[in-house]
């Protein structure tokens, strides 16, 4: 058998037909859509579109020039640009391990007057997915989700403003359009009919869009008013499998044929059969499939009023980037070949993982509790490593494992409340800086339970209670109180007036005052020991040699007071 794989229906799948039919799990949202205005059921779909608002923090909302309204449907006329920031990204609540079919439409319709073309990136996550260039598009993907949240980011690369017009997640099943890596980008997708009609849903119950094609002088239409068993794992629309063509001359082959950019890309077909006519007896539909002149299926005869979709289960190449399809009559054959529909996707490696969904929950969780609304806090927090979130660093030395964030510094952010048990998520925290805020209540003891933890800022800010023996204990650990006036060390008081006003100080591990009190004792020895002997030398002349030949180092003591006086607490 050749490495294409025949997919056939099998009336098993009934129960995976009801759920097909079921547009549960959708997601469509009108960018720019007043929240008044929503929801709404988009005609001639009926399905209902939901406004952005809350989907996205940033960003103004537009409307495509009056001219250009009668052209599009409802879920186009508005739009969302963002004229702030390099990097905006919308945040989207989905299925863990579900394929996506991913639609984001782009109508410029100049909307800002401007009659600029756009320029401008397009992420999934933390991963390219394209450069918008033209200013009517729509961009589809075929993903699977890693998690339960999806970002979908629009990067400023130039003068222009990124926009949108649209998102749009359609569930496919899970063993459709499977990629032996990475996700499958569009490329096209056409059923074979001599008319000017676009299908979608609800004809199509994953809302994949068709368009029609048709070569005039080389291809017959077939049609049939009968209905075509299409029930199998692709769930291909009445209107796309009811119709076919076949090349006009009986003997010629069908050809279709596209182009790879950039020439190395690889690629999935899928090509969708359903013998539409009655064969007589002496009958014979049968041709070979080739693809650059390689023989990729042998001697296929399509199955009367039955879909069948045939792929390969390994993404292909065509030199040189030009791709020709051609189906061939084997000599048995007494029919000309046929073809209902194709679809072809190329293929899109996203090689660098999310960050750790765990600590993303972390940190989106500091920002919700303290609501830091910046900018630059959108999308993933680590990567890309050019929009990095602000106050953070983060360990991404391999793309291939997810990143950890390692740092952060909310320092004079205006924080007000406890410091949030999200926190405790950042398991791979190496330092935290909280200083000179608002933080009141306790300090919690589980900053000592993240283990990399050993460097931790809460100077200035209204902590009260007692610092927990456990972070005080932590081997290794730098904790700064400073500021605090109203926190306790197990000691006593963390925090001391210095002399006339001198600016308070912290004592951070009570070991410290141990150490330092034994220092002043023993500087305190030494100095008694040599005034005593300076005011000997005095009395008995000749020791002075003595003392002064005993080595050249200063008779100072090794602590040097100052003549300051210490309280209690700080030694």
Known sequence: MESYTVFMATFLLILHLVQAQDPTGFISVDCGLPLRESPYNAIPTGLPYTSDAGLVNSGKTGRIAAEFEPVYTKPILTLRYFPDGVRNCYN???TRDTNYLIKATFVYGNYDGLNLDPNFDLYLGPNLWTTMSTNDTIEEIIHVTKTDSLQVCLVKTGISMPFINSLELRPLPRTAYVSQ?????????RYLSNTDRTIRYPSDVYDRKWYPMFVEGSWTQVTTNLTVNASNLYELPQDVMTTGVTPINPNATLNITWTLEPPTTKFYSYMHFAELQTLRANDTREF????????????YSPKPLKTQTIFDITPGQCDGGACLLQLVKTPRSTLPPLLNAIEGYTVIDFPQMETNEDEVAGIKNVQ?????????????PCVPKQFLWDGLNCNNSNISTPPTITSLDLSARGLTGIITQAIRNLTNLEKLDLSNNNLTGEVPEFLADIKSLLVIDLSGNNFTGTV?????????MKLNVEGNPHLLCETGSCVNKGEAGKKKKSIIVPVVASIASVAVLVGAIVLFLVLRKKKASKVQGPASSYMQASDGRSSEPAIVTKNRRFTYSEV
């Open 92 to 94: 989207l609540n989905v």
């Open 181 to 189: 890596s990475g996700s499958l980008k569009f490329m096209f997708r």
């Open 288 to 299: 070979n499939i080739t693809m650059n002149g390689k023989s990729q299926y042998g001697s």
């Open 368 to 380: 919700d509790t303290y609501g830091l609304n910046r900018i630059s806090w959108q999308g993933d």
């Open 468 to 476: 927990p023996p456990s972070l005080l204990q932590k081997k290794g």
